[in-house]
């Protein structure tokens, strides 16, 4: 409490030097001066028991000042009688108080904890990936104030690392926990040793600590929270079913993204074996689904396209010539002029394309778009719609610029790789015509001609498709 009173103490000191003078003036001291506590009860009610440190003396002073003035001998029963129910009365109305202060801390609190319990589960579930999911996860337990030591531990080959962590645990984040002898059947219950976790921390044998799972809805265990703060002060229920509530969130939120992800990982991987299985029909086109899925993802990046429109477009790249299953070997794998006949069947892999891919539920329309559309111009010249401009979906406008500079890049049946100023050339001819000039600018600031081996020899015997 601060030396200096604040106002209602100001208030009350006055109101009790009013009532001391007002009781000698009329004669009854020592009956009225006995009820000169009243005025303190603003305070008592202001301050609880801490006023009592400062009220007691000041009122026996107040009351011996005031009989002192009067100059009368005070009776045999004053005090017991009168001085003591008075201070009795102030004591017992301020741990009445402070009781109830302390209950209103406590409601406050419980009211903060639940609104970062709320905050934090929104977040958490609005998390773009499991990185971030996790530290936002982390971030709420801090909030909480149960524990400032906090660390989340997964399993990596049987070892516990520490994934994301808060306080003296923090040096450990993206390491191995020290000295560690658990085996990756610890995950596997919910029961966990938390003295093994943390027993090649130092600091660690003046803390107390705490465990908590964090398993996804099916019961699977994605790893723990570990809770530690100084002092033999044990964890207790409520503190540890506070950090519980986010563990659910943080459980269930993490095991449906990375189910997600896995499913994700297998669409990937077979859309890419779809677009690599034409490969093998003609051995001079093997390793360009590879390339151009890489560059395409990259220039896609320098555009700015967020993750999940270049994971679209790596899925158009991959399946952009499946069309071309429908088209024959005389046609696909012939070294000589085609014929226009020829031409208006190997126009029609796109379409064929398309229509198969149509058929996958899952795949999304930019994906579908890539595909149709990837040989559309940007002076309306291209097939098979004639689109023009930024009439052209955006990602087959991005495929186009990278399947170009590989076509050209590499080998083809009906040709040798180009040298690299032939190709610089030949971009800078088709911006504007048959490539989007704002991207093809982009792409030549990736430098890939940087990339290429010098090449050596050409022959061409139709144009580049």
Known sequence: MSLIPQAHRWASLLGMVVWGYGSRELGA????GLFGFIPLLPWVWRDGRHSLAWLVPLYLGYMGTLFAFRHRALEPDFMPHGVLPSVMALVLLALWRQ????????????????????????????????????????????????????????????KPVVISARGDLKRYQGRKLPRQQLSMRATLTDSFSLGSYLEGVPESTKWSSAAVPVSARQGRSLGVLILA???????????????????????????????????????????????????????????????????????????????????????????????????????????DQLTPEEWQLMRMHVHIGY?????????????????????????????????????????????????????????????????????????????GRKLDPTLVDTFLDLDPLSELPAVVGEREARPVQ
């Open 29 to 32: 001291t020592q009956t009225l």
């Open 99 to 158: 009781r109830e202060l302390r209950q209103q801390v406590q409601m406050q609190e419980t009211l903060r904890q639940m609104q970062v319990l709320e905050e934090g589960s929104i977040d958490i579930s609005a998390a773009p990936d499991t990185a971030e999911l996790v530290e936002t996860g982390v971030e709420a337990v801090a909030r909480l104030e149960v524990a400032p030591h906090i660390a989340f531990v997964r399993f990596r080959e049987g």
């Open 229 to 335: 703060r100084d002092g033999a002060k044990p964890f207790q229920s409520d503190e540890k079913a506070l950090a519980t509530s986010l563990a659910r969130v943080m459980g269930a939120q993490l095991g449906q993204m990375e189910a997600l992800q896995q499913l994700e990982a297998a669409y990937d991987g077979t859309l890419l074996a779809l677009g690599v299985a034409l490969e093998y029909r003609d051995h001079d086109t093997q390793g360009h689904t590879h390339r151009v899925a890489s560059w395409a993802d990259r220039l896609a990046a320098q555009l700015g396209i967020d993750t999940r429109d270049r994971e679209y477009l790596r899925w158009g790249a991959y399946l952009h010539d499946i069309g071309k299953l429908g088209v024959p070997d005389r046609i696909l794998l012939k070294e």
């Open 355 to 431: 229509e198969m891919l149509c058929k996958v539920p899952f795949l999304p329309r930019e994906t579908l778009e890539v595909v149709r559309y990837h040989h559309e111009a940007w002076d309306g010249q291209g097939y098979l719609e004639g689109l023009k401009g930024e009439g052209i979906p955006l990602l087959a406008r991005v495929f186009a610029v990278v399947d170009t500079f590989d076509a050209l890049s590499h080998p083809r049946p009906y040709k040798e790789a180009w040298p690299r100023e032939r190709i610089l050339d030949e971009l800078e001819y088709q911006r």
